[in-house]
């Protein structure tokens, strides 16, 4: 038999030829899978080892490291003060955890808006940072206003980078949008064209469309009519899925959140309480224990020790 025939033998189930095993993780396929059999998307946020350990081992479909950890992790009062460096770090932490849920990373504000060849360079760099990163999600505009975006997000899509888009309520373009509003329920103009920059996004090539802070029928409809998953916040439950900011999720940064979200726990109270107890155990004596909390050696030693001390 020769090493070839001995290769395969060996890993009768790869069709590569490293021999290195790779843990799995959900790709792009097998969320479409999930979109056409009708079962809802589960997406959730993490920015760092620890939480993105919780969103695998909850199975969660998709995980997104976005740049919401500009306020919520990193003390920031928007999303647009992050800069790349600064987030790229949080991907690598991010890409460490093990788990199936797949890996789309956005593309903070200022790292496409001066250039396409800018854009598509640090869309690169992104992808690069590690092999678990599937996709970048880009926040978008209007189809009529803001088509520097949609020509960047076709340019990306054209090289084969796969892109989630981001319409409705864009944090990176609050300013633009005159604060953080409900968008697509002012006027029929506002709606025909959500629904129609949905399309368009569809049309150039994006596998799927996160839609956040749009009434519920209309996100329901524009997702009616793509042949795309949609992932809604704040968008009702007519979306192909949903995905929440962690930090709100379990209730890390206290009771405030937005409507649209439901905690599930309040971590900041959790925590606080353990913290309080640990400072009272400090302070009447009761940690640490000894025996619990403590390590020994042997009494011959220690007694050795005290006698060349006392030699000394």
Known sequence: MNIMKRQLCSFPNRF?????????YNTIQDIRNKYITGTPLSMCTAYDFITATWVNR????????????????LGYDSTITLSLNEFKYHVASVCRAEGSSMVVVDMPFGTFESGISDGLKN??????????????????????????TMKFIEELCSRGIPVMAHIGLTPQKVHSLGGYKVQGNKSLS???????????LQKIGCWSILIECVPHKMAQFITSKLSVPTIGIGAGNGTSGQVLVISDLLGMQGDSVPKFVKQTVNMSDIATQGLKEYIANVEDGTFPERGTHTFKVKEELWNEFLSSINEK
């Open 190 to 200: 506002q709606m025909q064209e959500l629904y129609e920059t949905a399309m368009h």
């Open 58 to 73: 909850a199975n969660c479909d998709l995980l997104l490291i976005g740049d919401s950890l500009a306020m919520t992790s």
């Open 16 to 24: 590569f030829s490293t021999a290195k095993n790779v843990i799995k």
């Open 123 to 148: 869309a690169i760099d992104i992808m690069k940072l590690h092999s678990k990163v599937t996709s970048v999600k880009v926040e978008v505009g209007s189809y009529t206003k803001d088509k520097y």
